[in-house]
């Protein structure tokens, strides 16, 4: 079965430190690969998706991820974060034949120290 | 272009109560789904639909009904809302590769 594990319930960062957040998935073929961003009180935002093709992909407001297949994960990145960028984060997959089937992991919550 | 539009915003039921939550898209996707979410479980799918007519079961179906008569609309009905059914409740609608989310329902069932 699919499965995606965070394994980073909260991290906090000071303002202009770099970040990565940590995701791994379970799944037998090369999935779709997604990171949604989530605002207190707000609904889910699309960061960045990986579907094929080059490893490292960029999204909205400079965050890159990069996907690598020996290990199985999808760690999103950042080389300076604002604080605005405190929020919780989700990583998540889908089959290649279902991109709108995802399964969640459980969240990273990320708070940023002046 | 309003995306994907939820109502209502808030709800509180009391248990045994019924209750249907809103769900429209303006996008013309044919893949819609339903998503809880509660504290450190990031989101669990309940049901998801592959087009007007067609509905299938999640992760987390029980106490849940859909239909699905149209493309826009999504509807996710609670028959007898218990306690453990207070959560967030998100719908979403798909292009085919990853989701657009509503804003959410927050629903507390006293």
């Known amino acids: 079965a699919q499965s995606v594990t965070q394994p980073d319930i909260h991290i906090t960062v000071s303002e202009g430190a770099s970040l990565e957040l940590r995701c791994n998935y379970s799944?037998?073929?090369?999935?779709?690969l997604f990171w949604y961003v989530q605002s207190p009180g707000q609904g889910l935002q699309l960061l960045l998706k990986?579907?094929?093709?080059?490893?490292l992909v960029q999204g909205i407001k400079g965050f890159e991820a990069e996907f690598k297949r020996s290990q199985s994960s999808f760690n999103l990145r950042k080389p300076s974060v604002h604080w605005s960028d405190a929020a919780e984060y989700f990583c998540a997959v889908a089959p290649w034949n279902q991109g709108g089937k995802l399964i969640f992991g459980q969240g990273t919550e990320l708070s940023v120290k002046p | 272009n309003a995306g994907v539009t939820q109502t209502p915003k808030f709800q509180v039921l009391k248990t045994g109560q019924s209750m249907t939550l809103q769900c429209a898209q303006d996008m013309n996707h044919e893949y819609m789904s339903w998503y809880r979410q509660d504290p450190g479980m990031g989101l669990r799918l309940i049901h998801y639909s592959v087009g007007a007519g067609i509905t299938d079961q999640g992760e987390v179906p029980n106490g849940y009904n859909v239909s699905r008569s149209t493309t826009e609309d999504f509807p996710l009905r609670l028959l007898s809302a218990a306690p453990s059914q207070t959560s967030v409740y998100f719908c979403?609608?798909?292009?085919?590769?990853?989701?657009?989310f509503g804003q959410g329902t927050r629903l507390t069932v006293v």
């Open positions: 990986y579907f094929s093709g080059d490893t």
């Open positions: 799944y037998g073929a090369t999935p779709y």
């Open positions: 979403a609608s798909s292009p085919g590769q990853g989701l657009i």
